[in-house]
């Protein structure tokens, strides 16, 4: 399913499949380049928050500790799982 967009380079209209990364198809400009840019943006802020030192289980660790590490990470990796989920869905379904 495709429509028609005006695009915001050469305001020539272009076919626009909704898609994150669809381009003009009179000068190759990308038609939504804001959504990409917030999407990159995203991505990389994901990219730089690794699993911080906090998850690793240390010797000095009791019991409760270690128990509120694993805790904590798996948090992190459920949250983290719902932020890809949305994220495809944001570039499968956009618009
Ligand atoms: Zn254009």
């Known amino acids: 399913m495709s429509i028609e967009k005006k695009c915001p380079n050469c305001q020539e209209w272009t076919v ?3 898609k994150l990364n669809d381009r003009c198809t009179q000068c190759n400009e990308l038609l939504d380049v804001n ?3 917030e999407t990159e943006a995203y991505l990389e802020r994901e990219k730089s928050n690794k699993r911080s ?3 690793n289980v240390k010797e000095t660790d009791g019991i409760f500790m270690i128990a509120t590490r694993k805790i904590a990470l798996f ?3 459920v949250f ?3 932020s890809w989920f949305f ?3 944001f570039m499968n379904a956009a618009g």
Request: glycine share 6%; aromatic share 28%.
């Open 80 to 82: 983290g799982a719902i």
């Open 35 to 37: 959504r990409v840019k």
């Open 53 to 55: 030192d906090f998850y």
């Open 87 to 89: 994220i495809w869905m």
């Open 16 to 18: 626009w499949n909704r």
């Open 75 to 77: 948090f992190h990796i």
